[in-house]
């Protein structure tokens, strides 16, 4: 057996437990009377307290897209909180189940705001999380109210975007009240998300001094991270499978810039 192979299969042993190490388990909670359900991800094997990121799921609800991305926080060295914004249950396929859900949680924006701050509560308690270093990654409605959180002024140290909606729902960013930096990651051929939103949002961040970057990826569509995003039927949605790991390698390199290690 020669040496190389040697060494391949050594690395292949250290590799393969490491891919075990994350650990999984939902957590139920409430805001303002509606139940929640939450989905955490952390490597059982990481010492000390890490930080940890929200993950706001698209308009089709807490579905498996979403724990996917808690999942791979986890791998990333975070603990991941896939959170629950439309209630315990309410996840869809459909356009229009998906839309009614939007319009429910996003009506009155104080509960927008109660079923983040109660998922962001639930992630800063955990015994691995440090409390105070708190990272947010959102898609598509999800990156919305990311953004809006932002823009509100939540105690947040990273906010990162996949395909999101980036125009304002409310005030739009107001120097010195933005705390995050940011990073939007957007599809050049996105209808959902036309390139004068896009340039308006950068005009905006610029306009209150908000570190923020945007990356576009010229050839993916809207959901472009979501292996599933073609089964809904709409032609604006397609996932990409180069523009979903180049931008999750962006959210890697943002998330050590912001957090150290």
Known sequence: MTRTLIAALAAAALATPAAAKVKTKQIEYEAGGTKLQGFLAWDDAAKGKRPGVLVVHEWWGHNEHAR?????????????????????????????????????????????????DAA?????????????RIGVMGYCFGGGVALGMARAGKDLDAVATFHAS?????????????????????GGK????????VKAFEDEMKSAGVDARVVVYPEAKHAFTNPDAGKAGMDALAYDREADQKSWD??????????GG
């Not at 962001?120 to 955990?126: C, F, G, P, V, Y």
């Not at 996105?190 to 939103?197: C, G, K, S, V």
């Open 68 to 116: 996917a991305q808690a999942r791979r926080a986890a791998e990333a060295g975070y603990v991941g909180f896939a959170l629950d914004m439309f209630g315990k249950g309410k996840v869809t396929t459909h356009p229009e189940d998906a839309k009614a859900f939007v319009q429910e949680a996003t009506k009155d924006p104080a509960v927008t705001t109660a079923r983040f």
């Open 120 to 132: 962001m509560e639930i992630l800063r308690k955990q015994p691995q999380v440090d409390p105070a």
């Open 166 to 186: 980036l125009a304002p729902r409310g005030a739009p960013a107001e120097a010195g009240k933005v705390k995050p930096r940011i990073l939007v990651q957007t």
């Open 190 to 197: 996105d209808p959902m998300i036309p390139a004068e939103q």
């Open 250 to 259: 962006e959210a890697r390199k943002f998330f050590r810039e912001t957090f």
